[in-house]
């Protein structure tokens, strides 16, 4: 069992910026893949970024790209999401993910089912 625990969520103007983290309570079991999701309100869960295999790889959904950066600290056993230039959309609960050791496709893919341990999520409000 990994658990996962976020921390960084907060309230962010638009156009501001805001990093969160989450670290694994183990560093073997939480494998090589390493994401976070978001839900908005009345909106279903997606897939934002991912690392991968230690870091060598991240991937990004289209609507972050270039805004957002995800990366990954071993010896922390913690990834963050600095994510910049946010806009009202963004604002969501973010959860981080850890997939265990899976396929690269996977993990670019955002798969949700590929994800074997969940944090309970942070919540981003993102005020005008």
């Known amino acids: 069992q990994v658990q996962l625990v976020e921390s960084g969520g907060g309230s962010v103007q638009t156009g501001g910026s805001l990093r969160i983290s989450c670290t694994a309570s183990s560093y073997t079991d939480r494998g090589n893949c390493m994401a976070w999701f978001r839900q908005a309100p009345g909106k279903e869960r997606e897939g934002v970024a991912s690392v991968y295999s230690g870091g060598q790889s991240t991937y990004y959904a289209d609507s972050v790209k270039d805004r957002f950066t995800v990366s990954l600290d071993n010896t922390k056993n913690t990834w963050y999401l600095q994510m910049n230039s946010l806009k009202p959309g963004a604002a969501a609960m973010y959860y981080c993910?850890?997939?265990?050791?899976?396929?690269?496709?996977?993990?670019?893919?955002?798969?949700?089912?590929?994800?074997?341990?969940w944090g309970e999520g942070t919540m981003v409000p993102i005020s005008s």
């Open positions: 993910a850890a997939a265990g050791w899976i396929g690269r496709v996977r993990c670019l893919t955002f798969d949700p089912d590929a994800m074997a341990w």
